[in-house]
Structures are given as C-alpha cells and as structure tokens.
C-alpha cells in the first residue's frame, strides 16, 4: 500500500489489525443433522430497518458451507470466562472432528429458526439469523453473509433494552488477534455539546 505519513508504520498484510479489537462471537447451524460452530470476530450490525446483520466468513469453513445449505445461524456472545472455548471454536474444524463432543459444548433447539444455539457454555446473548443474500464475488476468501435478525435475546443480568450492555458486568470477550483477546475496559460518557444559537 503506497504512502505511509511520517510518524506512522506500514501495517502490511495484517492492516485489518487496526480494526481490532473486535468482539468474538460463536456462530452455530445445523445442516442435514450436523451441527458446528464457529468463532467470527467479522459480525456487524448492518440496518434498523429492516433488521439485519453482515458477516464475513471464510469460504473454506465447515460452518459456512452448513450455512449455505440451512439458511440460518446463530450469533451467540460469550464473556472473556469462556476464552479457551472460542479460541478453541475458531482453531478446530468441525468437518475432521464433532466439536460439540470435543469442546463439551450443549446446545438447544429452542429457536425461532430452529437452528441451534449455544447453551453450553451459556451465552449472554443471542441473535437468530435468516440468510437474506450470500455475496460470493466481493472477495476472494470470504462470502459476505446479509442475514434477516428473526429474534435477539439477552440475560438481563447483563444487558437492558434502553441501554445495551451493562459495561460494568458484561465481560465480552473481544479478540485482538492470535491467542490475545481482552474485555472492554471502562465506561466513558460523553459530554453533550452546548446548543449554538
């Protein structure tokens, strides 16, 4: 990449880095009665209206290609206790090994889609998701997932619907890069802008 101001280094191939931190989230579904999981840090919101979230996923993946076939995911969040759980999630290919035998995770069907989410380790919140378009031809080693919000839950130890995440307990594992993740590490509130007459 051309042009690096002084002051600054040239971020080379891992320049995504500098959009990390990232939160790291274990994405689940079920094709013809296989199910795997996935840890993905490129998970996004995408619009209110209607509600819709993006994803970034390797075309090689076991889990994307069950996605392709079922339609349907879930996003699950996991706090920073469960650290070696996603690291695992993400480093394991569930088309060598059954991961939920493997990593001790449980899942429940108990979904909107029908298509698994975690309940072992237990998230703090989960999104279900119905693929809306797959975009294959953006990039050479991802397709970009547009998927349909159908339900989003949380445990209300962690989070309100006014506010969010309560910052002060919801420990959410955020994935800087490798094995380091860390956790969001305070809360500070702006101040407003005084009125210009």
Known sequence: MPGV???????????????????????????????????????????EDPPRIVAALDKASFTM?????????T?????????DFIYAAG???GR???KLAVLG?????????????????RPIGVIEASVYRVYSDVAEDVHLIVADVVAAYADPEFFNEKYGWDLRK??????AAGRAFTIPGGLYIAKKLAAKH
């Open 5 to 47: 101001p002084g002051g600054y280094v040239e971020a080379g191939d891992k320049w995504y880095y500098i959009l990390h931190p990232r939160p790291a989230y274990i994405l689940v579904t079920e094709y013809g009665g296989r199910v795997n999981f996935m840890a993905a840090s490129w998970v996004m919101p995408l619009s």
């Open 65 to 73: 290609e069950l996605i392709l076939s079922s339609k349907a995911f």
């Open 75 to 83: 996003v699950n969040v996991l706090t920073i206790d469960h650290v």
């Open 91 to 93: 480093t394991t290919s």
């Open 96 to 98: 060598r090994v059954d």
């Open 105 to 121: 995770a449980e899942i429940s069907r108990d979904t909107v889609t029908g298509v698994p989410r975690l309940s072992k380790p």
């Open 170 to 175: 919801a420990r959410i594992a955020i994935h």
